[in-house]
DNA sequence: TCATAAAAAGATATTTTTATCTTTATATAT
DNA sequence: ATATATAAAGATAAAAATATCTTTTTATGA
């Protein structure tokens, strides 16, 4: 349902958050190593969060991406609004151009209900409570990044 | 979420459903005129539809596509699951590439058992029934094909 | 100041999806 | 039989998404 690049930049941030620190930046190329993804690509929605503020990167040697304190409060939302549009969200489960109770498709009043929660969702899971959840979990299944397709 | 394809077959089911017999079959030109789609990408699909018995159509003068008694029982998760692969609803909302309770993302535990009730609803949904309501909706909202996009 | 490493920006290439065009096969009517 | 209308099949084109490559800018360290 998300697009690759969402995938990728939800898997990156989450290595980001986990991996890097003021002090130690990451490059693109190593992110992309990590997470198994095309590393070109990975750059290019890389810049796209940093220019949306999502992540913070700085040029030059020893620089890269890395986490501040003002991308502590960004969310799941945020992310997949800065590379995919929320949009794809909103809009009807199986196409139709409007998706309201007046004008139901099929799907609409089972997926109403799940949007809604859905969306809820994604807007309080911040990066560093997904980042957390999935540092234990990949306790458990610790090819973790290679499970984001 | 579904592809134009199936959009678009949906939409060309539906309406040979509720403006086709036996004796007035229709052309793709016909339908796609009538419910604003591209004609030739049409044809191929409703090609696929016929191969896979969900509709009928006959070549020749006066020939075209419609429903027999052995698409009766077609379901809308016939009409997706022949153009788009029905996979794409089992699959992670996220996309993680394994959906399960062990290894859930963060979506998982609200959208599974929005899938399971969608899945179901598309088995059982038949193309007369959908048919039908669409056709008093349409009592609505008239404007109603052009409402699929 | 200068060389260097990295992001940023821009340009190009590949793949997939969507759309169109052309040819072939077949059923019908004359 | 023959001409015709239509689906079926196959080939090609255009657009969108994904991926890669090249150039420019900027921060750092020597
Ligand atoms: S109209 Fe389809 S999900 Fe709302
Ligand atoms: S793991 Fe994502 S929806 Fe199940």
């Not at 095309?38 to 810049?47: C, W």
């Not at 304190?69 to 139709?96: A, G, P, W």
């Not at 979990?137 to 984001?148: K, P, R």
């Amino acid at each position: 349902m998300l697009s690759k690049a969402s995938k990728y930049a939800i898997s990156a941030v989450i290595y980001l958050t986990n991996n890097s620190t003021i002090d130690k930046k990451l490059g693109s190329k190593e992110i992309a190593e990590a997470i198994e993804i095309p590393a070109p690509f990975l750059a290019k929605t890389l810049q796209q969060l940093t220019k949306k503020g999502i992540i913070s990167s700085i040029k030059g040697p020893h620089g890269g991406f890395y986490l501040s304190e003002k991308n502590t409060d960004k969310t799941l939302f945020d992310i997949i609004d800065c590379v995919d549009d929320i949009e794809k969200f909103n809009s009807c489960y199986l196409s139709q151009n409007n998706c309201n109770e007046n004008n139901p498709c099929v799907a609409h009043h089972i997926y109403a209900p799940f949007k809604d929660k859905l969306i809820r969702k994604l807007k309080t899971k911040t990066i560093i409570e997904m980042a957390e959840e999935f540092k234990q979990n990949s306790n458990l299944n610790n090819q973790i990044f290679a499970v984001l397709t």
